[in-house]
């Protein structure tokens, strides 16, 4: 079956510690995103990347970082920088290429301890 | 830049009864328009979307949404709804040129019996 994978569906952060969530598509998309949902918020852009080894800031990029070595992944790093992790966070892809219908994973929700 | 506005936060309705759920947006340039669901603790799922052509676009499921640019607005619309049809709903814009998403803040839609 095609599509987008994240995991894990649930994570908790301590203080001070990086964590690093995974999305892995397997649709032959270029185009990666992800997201940060919070109730009554929206989806809130973090990063995106539109083919691999390039990738650039959202909205929200502060206290996060990417890597896009493979077409298929695109993994999240939420670091100590980032003082308000607790969140909904959303993985998505698309062709690109200004075809820009973008399909979402399931999710991870972080939580901090 | 784009922007995009979800007029009512929440929605309840009795089934069968007819439901609007009301989108506006913002942005100098063209753009395409998307409706998008979630299910509690999914990820999103496109429901419609217009990137040209016909103004009124349908959902395989019957919801429909018709483009109006002199009013900048995207309405989603179901004469008849479903227990089934309780859960979140985004609204989002983008460039015709470009990749990114813009998200309104959402509205949730219950359905009561």
């Known amino acids: 079956d095609g599509g987008i994978t994240q995991s894990p569906k649930y994570l908790f952060r301590k203080e001070g510690q990086n964590v690093t969530l995974s999305c892995e598509q397997n649709l032959n998309h270029d185009a990666m995103y992800w997201y940060r949902q919070d109730p009554g918020q929206g989806l809130r852009l973090i990063y995106y990347?539109?083919?691999?080894?390039?990738?650039q800031k959202g909205d929200i990029a502060e206290g996060y970082s990417v890597s896009r070595e493979k077409k298929e992944s695109f993994p999240l790093t939420v670091t100590s920088a980032q003082k308000n992790p607790t969140a909904f966070y959303l993985c998505?892809?698309?062709?690109?290429?200004?075809?820009?219908?973008?399909?979402f994973g399931p999710g991870t929700r972080l939580l901090v301890l | 830049a784009q922007s995009v506005t979800q007029l009512d936060s929440q929605v309840p309705v009795f089934e069968e009864a007819p439901v609007e759920l009301r989108c506006n947006y913002s942005s100098s340039v063209s753009v395409y328009l998307f409706w998008y669901v979630q299910y509690p603790n999914q990820g999103l799922q496109l429901l419609l979307k217009y990137l040209s052509g016909s103004t009124l676009v349908e959902s395989i499921n019957g919801f429909e949404a018709e483009f109006n640019k002199s009013q900048t607005s995207f309405h989603l619309r179901k004469p008849s709804v479903h227990i089934s049809d309780t859960a979140e709903y985004f609204c989002?814009?983008?460039?015709?040129?470009?990749?990114?998403?813009?998200f309104g803040e959402g509205t949730q839609l219950t359905v009561n019996p």
């Open positions: 990347s539109q083919i691999v080894n390039d990738f």
């Open positions: 989002a814009v983008s460039k015709t040129s470009g990749s990114r998403l813009t």
């Open positions: 998505a892809s698309s062709l690109g290429q200004g075809q820009e219908t973008q399909y």
